[in-house]
């Protein structure tokens, strides 16, 4: 049967019929040719048309924004990943001489990444994606708040410059966020479609486009990001997954250390282009090498390196930092020891016993050589219903050498820190009187970083639990006496 269907296409086959495959085949290769340029045709067809084409609308945009370049994020996970991918992008910026786009606060863990050493992350388009379409949300929800509004970046404003992502939003999307304010529960779904389309553009779903948007692929299965290193540029990294991973996972990833200027700096194609959008900025040592990023003290480079010592310790704004201290004058008003105990999340409910070990060693130098009550500030994630059974009622129930000090949302201090950082009606009626950006209309949630803030001034010590993001932050404040005044008390 095989034999004769074939010895019949042979006989079919003449030469009308290869005419009219080969004209197919142009046919079909000039409309290829036209839809892989199609978003520059049209551009230059019309550059500030406001049709509904959503290519031509993108290109618009990037003509309106000429002049100045700027560089886009995707963080990830909790408030302290946030803050170290903050950290870095902030050094990117720099480097690339771009703006960088400061991005909310997201919510804890709305954003994953997944894991480096075993080459299973999220892809940098989804990422930048799913931090976009949580940007949108917390406009939508009036739960908006800016990374700038928390960190203090009053001390790097001279190095780089930066643009609100809400700001940046309002120049790029064609769409004015005033009329969000009026009501987010009633925004227009042609805004949103328009939100979605430029949020698309913004995570390289669409492509790159030439002299718009580059959106860099590569992530930390792939490169390691390097500047001005002694490395050939291009060289392997010491890190690459192992045999045994390659063959179960039919894993093909090569790292390479690759030195960020001369890939997306000057004379690069990533440099044409009006955004520079990354995927995640995180990075952390692993097995002698570096994930992601690896930019040491660079001391052939003055200005990176001023950089480098200003972003390594970067503080709250002074609304967070002096309610703290307020709070350490007129609430606990002595002498005090913060315990960090992260008891709940992940990892840590399995490691209660190692956690109040080290707490019990402390208080009970404290106890023998302080006077009586010694104070504690818990910062903690177990609920205070729940403590019943722990090392923690023991405590609250020993009033004679303890006195426990604890902040929680219900609090005047936590309500007027919030209350200062977003002020619940910007205006008469909720509309904000200067309403570039949509007014927040819930109070945002800065127990986390009061509490961060107490503990840096805590004068007789600090315990941290293990393994914490949350207590290395807390012993970097203390390291860079993030609370000098707290001498004077003590
Ligand atoms: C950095 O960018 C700014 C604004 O785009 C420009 O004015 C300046 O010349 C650039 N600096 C360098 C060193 O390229
Ligand atoms: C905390 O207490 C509540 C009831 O008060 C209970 O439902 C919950 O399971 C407890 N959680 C833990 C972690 O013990």
């Given amino acids: 049967m095989h034999g004769g269907g074939r010895s019949k296409w042979k006989s079919r086959k003449t030469s009308r019929s290869s005419l009219l495959i080969f004209s197919l085949l142009t046919l079909l290769f000039l409309l290829l040719f036209f839809f892989v340029f199609y978003e520059e045709i049209s551009t230059f067809i019309h550059p500030v048309s406001k049709t509904s084409s959503p290519l031509s609308t993108q290109s618009s945009q990037c003509l309106k924004t ?6 886009f994020y995707a963080p990830h996970s909790g408030f302290s990943n946030q803050l170290s991918e903050l950290k870095n992008a902030i050094l990117m910026a720099t480097i690339l001489n771009r703006t ?5 606060v997201l919510d804890h863990h709305a954003v994953a990444l997944g894991s480096c050493p075993k080459f299973r992350v999220l892809s940098p388009n989804d990422l930048r994606l799913k931090v976009w379409d949580h940007a949108v949300e917390l406009i939508k929800e009036g739960r908006y708040i800016s990374m700038a509004e928390i960190i203090d970046l009053s001390s790097i404003s001279k190095l780089v410059r930066t643009m609100d992502l809400r700001d940046f939003v309002s120049l790029w999307c064609n769409v004015a966020l005033d009329s969000v304010c009026l009501d987010s529960s009633n925004v227009k779904s042609s805004r949103l479609d328009n939100l979605r389309q430029c949020g698309s553009l913004l995570s390289g779903l669409t492509g790159n486009v030439y002299k718009c948007v580059y959106a860099v692929d590569e992530d930390c299965r792939t490169t390691v990001w390097t500047y001005k290193s002694k490395d ?3 060289a392997l990294d010491a890190f690459q997954p192992d045999e045994q991973l390659r063959l179960k996972k039919k894993i093909s990833y090569v ?13 690069s194609a990533a440099h044409l282009s ?8 995180f990075t952390s040592p692993y097995r002698g090498s570096q994930l992601y990023i690896d930019i040491p003290e660079s001391p052939r480079d003055n200005r990176i390196q001023s950089l480098l010592d200003k972003i390594e310790f970067m503080p709250f704004v002074p609304e967070i930092t002096n309610a703290a201290k307020e709070f350490v004058q007129k609430v606990i008003k002595s002498p005090y020891l913060c315990a960090q105990l992260r008891l709940l999340d992940g990892q840590f409910k399995n490691h209660w016993k190692t956690t109040f070990s ?3 060693l402390k208080l009970l130098g404290l106890k023998q050589k302080g006077t009586l009550p010694v104070h504690i500030f ?5 609920p205070r219903s729940n403590w019943s059974g722990s090392y923690l009622e023991e405590l609250a129930s020993d009033e004679s050498s303890f006195k426990l000090h604890v902040l929680n949302n219900d609090d005047e201090f936590v309500r007027r820190t919030a209350e200062k950082i977003a002020p619940a009606s910007c205006g008469k009626g909720g509309i904000p009187d200067n309403c570039l950006r949509p007014c927040p209309h819930r109070r ?11 503990c840096s001034c805590a004068s007789l010590g600090f315990v941290g639990t293990a393994g914490s993001t949350i207590a290395e932050s807390i012993e970097l404040m203390r390291k860079n006496s993030a609370c000098l005044e707290q001498k004077q008390i003590t």
């Fill in 66 to 71: 000429l002049g100045e370049r700027f560089l």
């Fill in 100 to 104: 960088l786009i400061v991005p909310p």
């Fill in 232 to 234: 050939v540029d291009s």
């Fill in 255 to 267: 790292r390479r250390r690759r030195d960020v200027y001369k890939n997306l700096g000057p004379g």
């Fill in 274 to 281: 009006t955004v520079l959008a990354f995927g995640s900025l």
């Fill in 358 to 360: 080290v707490l019990k």
């Fill in 378 to 382: 818990v910062m903690t994630d177990l």
């Fill in 444 to 454: 945002p949630d800065v127990l986390l970083y009061l509490e961060e803030a107490v």
